[in-house]
């Protein structure tokens, strides 16, 4: 089984902590997201096990929410987390989430916005205006739009 987005967000946080990086609640919900996507993207499965759902201010995991919410909006500690025995991640997805958090974790939430919640995004189509707000965000166009993303970059390599 997958493991927790609050279990992915705590190695996100441990492995910021390392290199003395601070992210806040809304860099973790959308460097989860993003994760998450990369990983639906390259092996069809998802990183974890809870879906991300379109709220007014992007993809959000509930699960999360309701752990760091009461936290307020300063940076996130790994002591915020439970302790308790967390998922086996695999090295793909210890890989997958390192990545991440190199290629976007200096990028402030507003800049991580572009990614998870632009025209056309997943979260735009299911939010809706509104209309789809706290609804869950398919995995299927989470893996469409980082197969999207995986074919620009690759175009952008070889001067497409």
Do not use: N
């Amino acid at each position: 089984m997958p493991a927790w987005s609050t279990d992915i967000a705590r190695e996100f946080v441990r492995l910021a902590d390392a290199v003395s990086l601070r992210l806040d609640q809304l860099q973790l919900q959308r460097l989860v997201y993003i994760a998450h996507g990369w990983c639906l993207a390259a092996t069809g499965e998802p990183l974890t096990g809870d879906r991300p759902e379109a709220w007014r201010i992007g993809p959000i995991y509930r699960r999360m929410a309701d752990l760091l919410g009461p936290l307020g909006a300063g940076p996130v500690r790994l002591e915020c987390f439970v302790e308790g025995p967390s998922a086996e991640l695999s090295s793909f997805e210890m890989d997958r989430i390192a990545v991440t958090l190199r290629d976007y974790g200096a990028l402030g939430s507003p800049q991580l916005s572009s990614v998870t919640q632009g025209a056309g995004t997943p979260w735009y189509k299911v939010y809706a205006d509104g209309l789809g707000e706290h609804r869950d965000i398919p995995h299927r166009l989470v893996r469409e739009q980082f197969h999207e993303f995986a074919g620009q970059q690759a175009c952008s390599q070889h001067s497409c």
